[in-house]
């Protein structure tokens, strides 16, 4: 069965501290991983990663992939109270199950000011 | 600019009655799924669908829960009869899927259930 664990599963941190979430993956026939944001409503999509060792950037998230160790960080920089949220993993695996997204159980990211 | 939706938002009923929600995913996208979230079980895939043809409903309850594609343009799913176990968000996510190929999925408001 595949599985995606996520860690911590909460973080409380100050305004313009740097964190670092992590998601590793047990998905078979692996595609790609994907990070999304949850606040009060339904998840937004950041970034999707589909080659290890390169970065995506979007303003102050950014996030890799490791193929070889399964596993993936998301890194924010000089946090902001609106960076307060769930963040999900996911992972899509390919073959007849392609499209199907594995969640991990979220890291819950609380930044005061 | 183009989003999932989902009908209602908001449903409280009694234990026994039949709940039904709806989605609309982005037109153009051939990938529908149904999730549900609980503070417990985080966000759980309950079935999903691809070019309105159902590929997966191994996280949904059989007995109680059915989950339909009509045309390209609804997908609904169906509790009947509810119980309060059930209480929990429900969201609707589409996407393109062709070829092998994954790509991100758009998740809908979603709609929050509670079942008394």
């Known amino acids: 069965e595949d599985k995606v664990v996520q860690s911590p599963l909460s973080l409380v941190v100050h305004e313009g501290d740097t964190v670092t979430l992590n998601c590793s993956y047990e998905?078979?026939?692996?595609?790609?991983l994907l990070w999304y944001k949850q606040e009060k409503k339904a998840p937004t999509f950041l970034f999707m990663l589909?080659?290890?060792?390169i970065e995506k950037k979007s303003g102050r998230l950014s996030s890799i992939l490791d193929k070889k160790e399964l596993f993936s960080i998301l890194n924010i920089t000089a946090t902001q109270t609106g960076d307060s949220a769930i963040y999900l993993c996911?992972?899509?695996?390919?073959?007849?199950?392609?499209?199907?997204?594995?969640f991990g159980q979220g890291t819950i990211l609380t930044v005061h000011p | 600019d183009a989003r999932v939706t989902q009908t209602p938002r908001h449903k409280v009923t009694e234990m026994g009655q039949e709940v039904t929600m709806r989605c609309q995913p982005i037109l153009g996208h051939n990938t529908v799924f149904w999730y549900r979230q609980t503070m417990m079980q985080g966000l759980e895939l309950l079935a999903y669908?691809?070019?309105?043809?159902?590929?997966?409903d191994s996280g949904m309850p059989k007995d109680r829960f059915s989950a339909e594609m009509p045309d390209a343009t609804l997908a609904t799913l169906k509790i009947q009869p509810s119980e309060p176990r059930d209480s929990a968000v429900y969201f609707c996510?589409?996407?393109?899927?062709?070829?092998?190929?994954?790509?991100?999925?758009?998740f809908g408001p979603g709609t929050r259930l509670t079942v008394t």
């Open positions: 996911a992972g899509t695996a390919g073959g007849t199950s392609y499209g199907k997204l594995t």
């Open positions: 996510a589409s996407g393109w899927n062709g070829q092998g190929i994954s790509y991100e999925q758009y």
């Open positions: 589909t080659s290890s060792g």
């Open positions: 998905v078979t026939n692996f595609r790609s």
């Open positions: 669908f691809r070019n309105r043809a159902p590929l997966d």
